[in-house]
């Protein structure tokens, strides 16, 4: 099964996507953790992505592309987090499943730019294994130690003014996407409404793809 997941910054696309990953086995391909673990491992595709992410720009898709492309050939299917996020990404990977003949459907995070804000700058995650808290909404171990012994970190992205540029960048660069998917000829798009707890979030996504109410098992 492949499964896109489209949505603004801290709308809940690696929340959902752990969930359904540790429930139902679906593979978790955020490009965003992959390059934060290439930076902590200091390779050339880590050195190179980091300013663009630090700032909240996008890392060239030619770049994005070619790292997806090489995951896919290992993969049956993916849940694809923070991928595709320009048009371009997007033609790329259309053209990539269908050669393999892989239908997917979209899920669309509908979440205000206040309640982002408010999640982003709360946001503490493991920086190794890219496990997502929130200070308020999912609260972290004391100490912010996670189980495996990592401490939590918050992001420098999280931070107001690249947040600021990260919703801009959005809205310029990934909302386009939203039309392109609403084209029938293209995927399935399933619109969710992201302002929900993160159990009701769950279970409307489940629901979408077919499973057993996800939070209800866990
Ligand atoms: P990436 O890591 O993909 O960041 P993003 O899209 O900006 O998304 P976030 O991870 O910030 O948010 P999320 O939707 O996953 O929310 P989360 O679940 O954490 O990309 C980072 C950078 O990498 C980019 O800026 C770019 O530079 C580069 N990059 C990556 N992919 C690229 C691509 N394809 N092309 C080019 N460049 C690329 O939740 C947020 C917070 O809210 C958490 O604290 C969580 O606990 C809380 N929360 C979640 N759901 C709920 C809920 N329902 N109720 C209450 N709280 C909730
Ligand atoms: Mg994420």
Do not use: C
């Not at 969930?19 to 953790?33: A, M, V």
């Not at 050339?44 to 030619?62: F, I, N, T, W």
């Not at 997806?68 to 997007?90: C, H, I, N, S, Y």
């Not at 979440?111 to 503490?124: A, F, T």
């Amino acid at each position: 099964m492949d499964v896109i997941f489209l949505g603004p910054p801290g709308a809940g696309k690696g929340t959902q996507a752990q969930i359904l990953e540790k429930i139902h086995g679906l593979h978790q391909l955020s490009t965003g953790d992959m390059l934060r673990k290439n930076r902590m491992e200091g390779t050339e595709l880590g050195k190179l992505a980091q300013s663009y992410m630090d700032r909240g720009d996008l890392v060239p898709d030619d770049i994005i592309i070619a790292v997806v492309e090489k995951e896919l050939e290992r993969l049956p299917g993916a849940l694809f987090d923070g991928f595709p996020r320009t048009v371009p990404q997007a033609e790329a990977l259309d053209k990539l499943l269908h050669r393999k003949n892989r239908p997917y459907t979209v899920i669309l995070f509908d979440v205000g730019e206040h309640l982002i804000r408010e999640r982003l700058i709360g946001r503490w995650v493991n920086p190794k294994t890219g496990r997502v808290f929130h200070e308020r909404f999912s609260p972290p171990p004391d100490g912010k130690i996670d189980t495996d012994g990592t401490p939590l970190i918050q992001r420098e992205d999280d931070k107001p003014e690249a947040v600021r540029h990260r919703l801009d960048v959005y809205r310029k660069q990934t909302e386009p996407l939203i039309a392109y998917y609403g084209d029938a000829r293209r995927g399935r798009l399933v619109k969710v409404d992201a302002t929900e707890s993160v159990e009701n979030v769950s279970k409307v996504i489940a629901h979408a793809l077919g499973f057993q109410d996800v939070a209800a098992t866990q």
